[in-house]
């Protein structure tokens, strides 16, 4: 048990929190946050929507994000799916704003 103790420590994983293409309000939020929490966020400004995908699957990969926000509508439904499915296998919390939730079979038979 002491052996255990005496290894050093690798630096912390999933240090990062990453805000892609945040509004002026969400800046503004990030404002308020405190300085230490100022310190570990990111802020992705993209210039072309195509590349988000990519860049996201490889944040996502990397392990060194604890969470990800990003409006939904930057993505296609099937790149969400993925990307909640890689961030689930790589413990990232992946924040998608303003996704409307899918309609279950009941939801679909109470609209008729």
């Not at 912390?12 to 929490?37: D, F, G, M």
Request: no cysteine; charged share 15%; glycine share 0%.
């Amino acid at each position: 048990m002491s052996a255990l103790l005496k290894q050093p420590s690798e630096p912390a994983r999933h240090y990062w929190k990453l805000w892609v293409a945040p509004t002026s309000q969400q800046t503004n939020q990030i404002k308020t946050l405190p300085s230490a929490e100022q310190d570990r966020v990111l802020m992705l400004h993209p210039k072309q929507n195509d590349h988000v995908y990519s860049a996201l699957k490889t944040a996502i990969s990397s392990q060194n994000y604890q969470s990800i926000t990003i409006n939904a509508k930057l993505l296609s439904n099937q790149q969400q799916h993925d990307l909640e499915v890689l961030a689930l296998l790589n413990n990232t919390l992946l924040a998608l704003l303003g996704k409307r939730r899918s309609l279950n079979s009941a939801s679909q038979l109470t609209l008729i």
